[in-house]
């Protein structure tokens, strides 16, 4: 079974700086999807950044992108100019190719500060 | 952008009740999946449906949980005799595809069920 692991349950950054948010997995699969959630005290989940496993170039997304090191099964998120409203829980998450399924790590809290 | 939409945002329920948390899929939408999290822990997929069948279910959705698509637009998770541990935030999503691909999913805001 595939195993998402966030070791930082909070982090803090200053407005306008960069922040790094860790994410590691266990898998024996090849082909997979890896995902960054944002879940704001609101509790929707919404999509951030998405990376397809076979795709060496790593995904960007405005002032977010990922560190997507394959054979280190490791998939950091980066975020760029934080900003106020980047405050949120989030959430890295593993979908096989051969499956629906998505698991989701422990998630980090992320404080932006003024 | 469409959304997924849940109702209600809040259930409260006692103890052996059976619930129905309701979620309206975006309309071109043919996957559907339910997913919960218990305060404070991880996201955890309960089932996905497609077809009007179960594609995927994890060990948690047992004989307790079941689904249903009952007309075009509703996609419900019903539990049929609520426990305290089944307190949580369930989430409804929907992907245009297979999520064998790299599609989006979309979530819903989700329903906060609390059982006492």
């Known amino acids: 079974a595939q195993t998402v692991t966030q070791s930082q349950p909070e982090m803090s950054v200053q407005e306008a700086e960069t922040v790094t948010l860790s994410c590691t997995y266990d898998t024996s699969e090849s082909d997979y999807y890896l995902f960054w959630y944002k879940q704001p005290p609101s509790r929707q989940m919404i999509l951030v950044i998405r990376q397809e496993a076979y795709k060496q170039q790593n995904a960007t997304e405005n002032r977010f992108s990922v560190n997507f090191q394959k054979a280190a099964k490791s998939f950091s998120l980066k975020i760029s100019d934080s900003q106020l409203g980047d405050a949120a829980m989030y959430f890295c998450?593993?979908?096989?190719?051969?499956?629906?399924?998505?698991?989701f790590g422990d998630g980090t809290t992320l404080t932006v500060k003024p | 952008e469409p959304e997924v939409t849940q109702t209600p945002s809040h259930q409260v329920t006692q103890m052996g009740q059976e619930v129905i948390l309701r979620c309206v899929p975006i309309s071109n939408h043919l996957y559907f999946y339910w997913y919960r999290q218990i305060l404070g822990q991880k996201v955890e997929f309960l089932v996905s449906f497609y077809n009007n069948e179960i594609s995927e279910k994890s060990e948690i959705f047992d004989d307790q949980f079941s689904v249903e698509r009952p007309d075009g637009s509703n996609f419900t998770l019903k539990i049929r005799s609520t426990k305290l541990e089944d307190s949580a935030m369930y989430f409804c999503a929907s992907s245009e595809g297979q999520a064998t691909t790299n599609e989006k999913l979309f979530f819903g805001s989700g329903t906060q069920l609390s059982v006492l």
């Open positions: 998450a593993y979908r096989s190719a051969d499956s629906g399924k998505s698991t």
